[in-house]
């Protein structure tokens, strides 16, 4: 029995011999496992929980996923020679806090680090952050970073988010909240709709900074048609279009309507009964397809962070060019006039969002996410979108980014809620913000190069 016991102790302090031989995990290796873009995928997805959780309107939605990416891809942009700050090229923005020199660093953490640490500072549901975050970080350890280094890369991640978050304190936004906009009930001018008949959304979202262009009203479109009810006018014809559209609207064309409806807040009322829909924002239905087709082409980390990053800047400068003409040529919504002068029966498919028709915000935001993904991935890309397959909205396939940006567009005329110049027009302010955003602050250096 004595042999036994002193055979297993010996095995025991073999064992403990060679697990204390083991060599720690050199940063090629640790920096090649927490280089999985599937982390931080883990990331952007729980933001866009949250932001579908805390009903952020489009506009802002953008904005939070705009800082996010920014600074997920400062703090990772250390890491690859190929890419530069964003620094001098986004519009006041100044490069952060640099690595330490001669010390190691797990650049993928310090960047998730970054982007979970702005996410929450922007958004209000922090309890889902809390139990997102502990088995997420500790999943970086088991990849084998080491304690002093992933003290160190956190830091840096909390360096880089601090100064996102005061670039993002200049913006303008805070000067913003509370404003509402004046209803005048003149003639063509917006005024709010059914069933919820919410004030107009963001009246001020053209004071805030400008990511990449240079001022809010640069690729301001061409005005929209006259507000003119006599038949064979351009309004009229466009006003008869929706009308008639909307009274033989077949399944194929309920079903694109609906999938990219990507309306944050839709108010249900059933006799006295009222209660709202929760939905994924436009801004983050683009960065869902960007998630798609990165994995589906197996990017790496960098590229596909600057993927987000550069979506994102022109998913907000979108917002910010649309939102400025929204509120210049307060557009009646197509709802309120066929009600009034046609048919006082008549609905839209899609509810009517809250604020001014003209142009269509999913046409300039749609074409200027696709105008960036068909430079960053490629043209005729196929891909399958089944992102919001969880809220209801079905899969649908598409042959490249542009085909469906122009699906969003005419989406909205099948719903019900805009005219045909409004996704016409805002399909070309759309492209100029993307090209735009690609000229201005691409940041891989050969295409910097290059141009």
Known sequence: MNSLLRYGFLLILIVLGFAGCQKPATPAE????????????????????????????????SRIYAYANLAGYEALVPS??????????????????????????????????????????????????DVFEKPFYEQYKKDGVPDEVYDRSMAYGEAIAKHVLDY??????????????????????????????????????????????????????????????TKGSPYQK????????????????????????????????????????????????WLAIAQTVARQKKMKLMPTVEAYALTSFALTDGFISCWDEKYRSNTIRPETVINKHIDPQWTPFLQTPPFPEYPSGHSVISTAAATVLTNLMGDNVAFTDSTEYKYGHGVRSFKSFREAADEASISRLYGGIHYRSALVNGQVEGEKVGQWVIQKIRSHKSAVASR
Request: proline residues 8%; glycine residues 6%.
């Open 30 to 61: 640790y920096n090649a496992k927490t280089g999985n873009p599937a982390y931080y995928n883990a990331a952007l997805n729980k933001l866009t929980e949250v932001v579908v959780h805390d009903i952020f309107s489009p506009p802002v939605a």
């Open 168 to 229: 993002a304190a200049k913006d303008n936004y805070k000067q913003t909240r509370g404003f509402k906009h004046t209803v005048t009930n003149a003639d063509g001018t917006w005024v709010p709709t059914p069933p919820a008949y919410l004030d107009a959304a963001e009246p001020q979202w053209n004071k805030l900074r400008c990511w990449a262009m240079d001022t809010c009203n640069q690729f301001m479109p061409p005005r929209p048609a006259p507000y003119n009810l």
């Open 238 to 285: 466009e006003l008869q279009e929706v009308y008639e559209i909307g009274k033989q609207l077949d399944k194929t064309k309920q079903d694109i309507a609906y999938f990219w409806d990507d309306n944050a807040f839709v108010m249900n009322v059933a006799g006295h009964v009222s209660y709202a829909s929760k939905k994924m924002t436009p801004g983050g239905h």
């Open 80 to 129: 690859d020679p190929n890419y530069e700050s964003m620094g001098n090229k986004l519009k006041r923005f100044q490069a952060g806090p640099k690595p330490e020199a001669g010390r190691d660093y797990c650049f993928p953490l310090a960047s998730t680090r970054a982007f979970l640490t702005v996410a929450r500072a922007l958004t209000f549901s922090a309890e889902f952050y």
